[in-house]
């Protein structure tokens, strides 16, 4: 799988027997430099794929995007500091990416540039503020009048880990799957080494596919629902989050103020409904009765 994986020997121990050495498979995690029109604009740990879907989901995270006709190009650039000996020309790293935008659409505002370095781990790290990321949507996720059912729901992990074919290799990544909320059918699913960044990919996907806003979808993610992926939902129009984990207080918070449905430990036949519960139906007029509760 190229730069997605690489192999590194280990040592593996078990009590009772003797250590064994033995090669295991890592995912990759590498450093892109997302630009706009040559001008850097942020510094995101990744698994190396899908980086202009990725760009182009950052973009929509942050405001400065909101339809497909808003994106342009993107192309690899040299990195720093790898320019040959003789020539001197940088060696293209494939781990900087120049966005053009289209003609008319506005460039990032320099004073919101987010020139800090993001861990793969915690997107909202190095952030001066909550309210920095706290962007008016173009989207209303409050007025969509999607509906899933809830044994639709509970079978959407199941089918997201088995899509996860880098995982299977690593144990290592993240993923975040884009699913119908009528039927349940998968749209689109990427892995990553942050679940931040796998979500913008999938909202990237829906960028260059002319997708926004994804009204009627499920957002399914692998890990915990942070604030920043019920920002970038909410930002791409998904009206529904789901997570096999917990959420933050922070992202309840958020999700009951834009009115999303955020549904947590999603795992066997149970979940968490945190917000908007009126929009998952049990059964034969549940859905009053939840939405009164």
């Given amino acids: 799988m190229g730069r997605i994986t690489a192999r590194r020997p280990v040592t593996k121990i078990t009590l009772g027997t003797q250590p064994v050495r033995r090669p295991d498979t890592l995912a ?16 995101t740990m990744r698994t190396p794929g899908s980086d202009v879907e990725l760009a182009a989901g950052f973009l929509v995270s942050e405001g400065v995007i909101a339809a497909g006709r808003h994106f342009r190009s993107a192309i690899h650039c040299g990195g720093p500091g790898t320019g ?3 020539t001197g020309v940088a060696e293209n790293t494939y781990n900087v990416l120049d966005v053009t935008l289209a003609p008319g659409v506005a460039a ?12 793969s781990s915690c997107g909202l790290c190095g952030k001066a503020s909550i309210e920095a990321v706290q962007t008016v949507s173009s989207y209303d996720v409050a007025v969509d009048a999607v509906d899933i059912a ?6 959407l992990p199941d089918l997201l880990r088995a899509a996860q074919a880098v995982f299977d290799k690593t144990g290592g990544l993240h993923a975040a799957g884009l699913f119908e909320a009528a039927t349940g059918d998968p749209v689109v699913l990427r892995e990553d080494v942050g679940r931040h ?8 996907w829906a960028v260059l596919n002319d997708r926004l806003p994804l009204s009627g979808h499920v957002l399914m993610v692998s890990g915990r629902a942070s604030f920043e992926l ?14 096999v984990s917990a959420p933050s207080s922070l992202a309840v918070e958020l999700a009951a103020a834009q009115g999303l449905t955020l549904v947590g430990f999603l795992r066997g036949d149970s979940m968490n409904v945190y917000t908007r519960p009126d929009r998952i139906r049990v059964g034969a007029g549940d859905r009053a009765a939840l939405s009164a509760s």
Avoid: H
């Fill in 28 to 43: 990759v995690e590498e450093p892109l430099e997302i630009r706009v029109g040559g001008t850097s604009l942020a510094i």
């Fill in 84 to 86: 040959g000996p003789i």
């Fill in 108 to 119: 990032p505002d320099p004073d919101l540039a987010r020139n800090f370095y993001t861990t």
């Fill in 150 to 155: 809830a044994d639709v729901l509970v079978t």
């Fill in 197 to 204: 960044n796998a979500v913008d990919k999938v909202v990237g």
């Fill in 230 to 243: 019920v920002q970038k939902a909410v930002m791409a129009g998904i009206p529904i989050l789901a997570a």
